[in-house]
């Protein structure tokens, strides 16, 4: 089990800069990886980026691909989300999510941390 806690949100104006924090404890060694999704309000959540632990790879989903980076602390201690060039349409909870090696799913949760853009 991991235990994940989100921080890092604000309200920034286009084309501003925010940087996403997620404390991770708890059986690290066994979370293979560690992705970040969101949710803006009255839609479905989105996912957003994955990071996966043994090899680093690191994936995005199209719209957020260039502008945002998934990143490591190296004691996998902390998992960030830097975000650039923010648009409103990334307006939305942010959360941090775990899963474990060998699952099909995210299965630990953070509790989010809101980011607003303004236009």
């Known amino acids: 089990q991991v235990q994940l806690e989100e921080s890092g949100g604000g309200s920034v104006q286009a084309g501003g800069s925010l940087r996403l924090s997620c404390a991770v404890s708890?059986?690290?060694?066994?979370?293979?990886?560690m992705a970040w999704f969101r949710q803006a309000p009255g839609k479905a959540r989105e996912w957003v980026s994955t990071?996966?632990?043994?090899?680093?790879?690191?994936t995005y989903t199209s719209s957020v691909r260039g502008r945002f980076t998934i990143s490591q602390d190296n004691d996998k201690k902390t998992l960030f989300l830097q975000m650039n060039n923010l648009k409103p349409e990334d307006t939305g909870v942010y959360y941090c999510?775990?899963?474990?090696?060998?699952?099909?799913?995210?299965?630990?949760w953070g509790q989010g941390t809101q980011v607003t853009v303004s236009s």
């Open positions: 708890g059986n690290i060694p066994y979370t293979c990886d």
């Open positions: 999510a775990a899963k474990k090696c060998g699952m099909v799913s995210f299965n630990d």
């Open positions: 990071i996966t632990n043994d090899d680093e790879t690191r």
